[in-house]
């Protein structure tokens, strides 16, 4: 789900940009390489810093990633101004900690054996969602101009995805600590 929200976003960004605020191909690439540096920011200073504080709990790191890329996404689509696209973008930058949060959680539910067909699943799972997210981005993209509403309703679709991919993620967090506490009852 995450993955069609990536999709999402990802496949119009460019235009919604110059559509929402009318920038130029340097403002975006501005505002592309300040999400590179961001993201690179994110999982070398933040991450390891964030997974110590929460005292190495990755399924709680990867619901908290999940629901600050939720609002941001939000915050994209609220954003009145250009300037404010940069401050809802620096504001956001630990939900980037999500991914590999999730992928520690799903490679610790598997055997060793089995840790390349997962990293398969999981590439396949992602392109997967990628493509149907990008479909729907785009579509609701061009509904909303062809409409005359706010550019920014993919947005919204996009950040619906990460609050139901949050929604999957407590879930199993929920039966994993109650499957801990069974195993710690057995004598």
Same mark, same amino acid.
């Given at each position: 789900l995450a993955g069609m929200g990536m999709g999402a976003f990802g496949s119009v960004q460019?235009?919604?940009l110059r559509e929402a605020f009318g920038w130029d191909g340097d403002r975006v690439g501005k505002f592309l390489s300040t999400s590179g540096i961001l993201l690179m920011m994110s999982q070398a200073?933040?991450?390891?810093?964030?997974?110590?504080?929460?005292?190495?709990?990755?399924s709680t790191l990867a /619901?908290? =990633?999940?629901?600050? #890329?939720?609002?941001?996404?939000v915050?994209?689509?609220l954003a009145p101004t250009g300037a404010s696209v940069f401050a809802v973008q /620096?504001? =956001?930058?630990?939900? #980037?900690?999500?991914?590999?949060s999730l992928r520690s959680v799903c490679s610790r539910c598997v055997p060793e054996s089995c840790q390349g067909t997962l990293s398969g699943a999981i590439a396949a799972i992602t392109t997967a969602t990628g493509v149907a997210g990008s479909l729907?981005?785009?579509?609701?993209?061009a509904a909303s101009l062809r409409r005359g509403w706010r550019p920014g309703n993919f947005l919204f679709l996009a950040s619906a995805c990460y609050v139901f991919a949050a929604a999957c993620v407590a879930r199993g967090a929920s039966s994993e600590g109650k499957r801990e506490a069974k195993r710690e009852e057995l004598p």
């Open positions: 460019v235009l919604w200073l933040i991450l390891p810093r964030l997974l110590s504080f929460m005292r190495g709990r990755e /619901l908290l =990633g999940l629901l600050i #890329t939720a609002g941001k996404l915050g994209y689509g /620096l504001a =956001g930058v630990a939900g #980037t900690c999500s991914v590999p729907m981005g785009s579509n609701v993209f």
